[in-house]
Structure formats: structure tokens, C-alpha cells
């Protein structure tokens, strides 16, 4: 079985991009995220309604962290700190050698190519350095954009769960994509 230690954290770049660690003083640009119906749109979570709440999140993903059960990144351009976007390894499944990756990004830099290029980052990551053996992607089907970016960074549709999810008084179907180490 495998065991994931995220310590140090790991700071992974690409020549436009640099993905590093969630602070506090991020409060702000997660509260512009996970507060944005826009962004949220296809997350069944509540929005966050305040700082508190923004930083409530950031407590969550630290505390995932230091305890090696999931890791999210800030998504940044190289040169400029203000964090664009979130992304990071969810119900991470040690025994079953996979993951769940999850993303998402301020809708200002939508079209720009920035979560396909975060995503590969993090698909050699979960390869190369978790070991992983398959990586998961459980999305909204409506959410055509995640899917033309799953389709493109390799990912194969694997089921549809009709009305699997309740939220908010409606059932939600998920769909699941796959990506294994080949």
C-alpha cells in the first residue's frame, strides 16, 4: 500500500506556471473563488460567505496536508504570487493506488489554457512521485468545459451515476473519468 508524505511540501512549476502551497494570504482570492456561484457552479459545496469562511478552507486543505490525506496547490504564474486557482489530489485512495484530482479557476482566466497545463503537472506528480497507479476525475456532466479539459489531458470517461449525489433539494448525476499510469 502506498503512503503519501507531503513534507516538505512540494512546489511543482512549469515554464508559465508555479503551484505552491495555499496561505493565509490567499484569504482574499479564495474567497473570490469559492464565494463566485459562476465558479462553483458544478461543486456541490456550500459557498463561502465570508473571510472566516475562506480561511476556514484554507485550514481544511492545511490540515489534509499535514496529515498526508490530500494536497491542493495554488495555481500562480511564474513571476506574479496572486493565486489564479486551486488544484490538488482528493480522496486520495493509498490502497488502491489512485487519486481524485480537483481544480478550479477564477473565471477571468478561463480559455487560457492554464488548467490542461496545471493538470499535466500534476498527473507526472501523481505518476512519477505518488506512485499512483490511476487518477479520477468526478465531474458534473454539464460541465463541458472539465471535460474537453480531461479529454485532452488523456482522461476516458469510466461511468455515469445517475442522481448518486443529493444537494440542495436535487439529485446530481456525477460522471467519473480515468487516467491510468500506462
Not at 142 to 155: D, M, R
Request: charge should be negative.
Amino acid at each position: 500500500m502506498l503512503e503519501f508524505n507531503f513534507h516538505p511540501f512540494p512546489v511543482i512549476e512549469s515554464e508559465r506556471l508555479l503551484l505552491r502551497r495555499i496561505t493565509n494570504d490567499d484569504v482574499n482570492e479564495v474567497f473570490e473563488l469559492r464565494s463566485n456561484p459562476e465558479t462553483m457552479k458544478y461543486i456541490p459545496r456550500p459557498l463561502v460567505k465570508n473571510n472566516d469562511d475562506a480561511l476556514a478552507h484554507i485550514e481544511m486543505i492545511e490540515e489534509k496536508i499535514n496529515s498526508n490525506i490530500g494536497i491542493n496547490w495554488g495555481i500562480t504564474l511564474k513571476g506574479d504570487s496572486k493565486l489564479l486557482g486551486i488544484i490538488g489530489f482528493y480522496r486520495m485512495q493509498p490502497e488502491n493506488y489512485r487519486a481524485e484530482i480537483g481544480y478550479m479557476l477564477n473565471p477571468d482566466f478561463h480559455g487560457k489554457g492554464i488548467i490542461p497545463e496545471a493538470v499535466h503537472l500534476l498527473i507526472q506528480y501523481g505518476f512519477k512521485d505518488l506512485k499512483l497507479h490511476s487518477i479520477e476525475a468526478v465531474i458534473d456532466p454539464e460541465n463541458q468545459a472539465s471535460e474537453k479539459v480531461l479529454q485532452k489531458c488523456g482522461f476516458v470517461k469510466e461511468s455515469h451515476f445517475k442522481e448518486s449525489e443529493f444537494w440542495e433539494g436535487k439529485f446530481l448525476d456525477k460522471v467519473v473519468y480515468s487516467l491510468l499510469n500506462s
